[in-house]
């Protein structure tokens, strides 16, 4: 990090941490289901959904936020489901 002078060497690990999963929770997920709303992306099915949220850097282990937040998209809860 030193090497390339953002100053994030002096920010301790845990804080890091911490900012890289909050921006995981409350921007990467919500920016997909967005995607999801607005219908510019839409999963048919289990593995189309896994392609969309790996493309966008996300783990399958936040699949169950994912279908809390779709609770009324049913064809996206039904993929997070299958």
Request: proline content about 2%; some cysteine.
């Amino acid at each position: 990090l030193a090497e390339q002078r953002t100053g994030l060497e002096r920010v301790p690990l845990d804080k890091l941490v911490d900012c890289a999963e909050q921006f995981y929770n409350d921007t990467a997920l919500d920016w997909l289901v967005t995607d999801f709303r607005s219908l510019e992306l839409s999963p048919m099915d289990g593995r189309t959904l896994t392609d969309f949220l790996h493309t966008r850097g996300l783990n399958m282990r936040s699949l169950g936020r994912v279908a809390r937040r779709v609770e009324d998209l049913l064809h996206v809860r039904w993929a997070c489901l299958a």
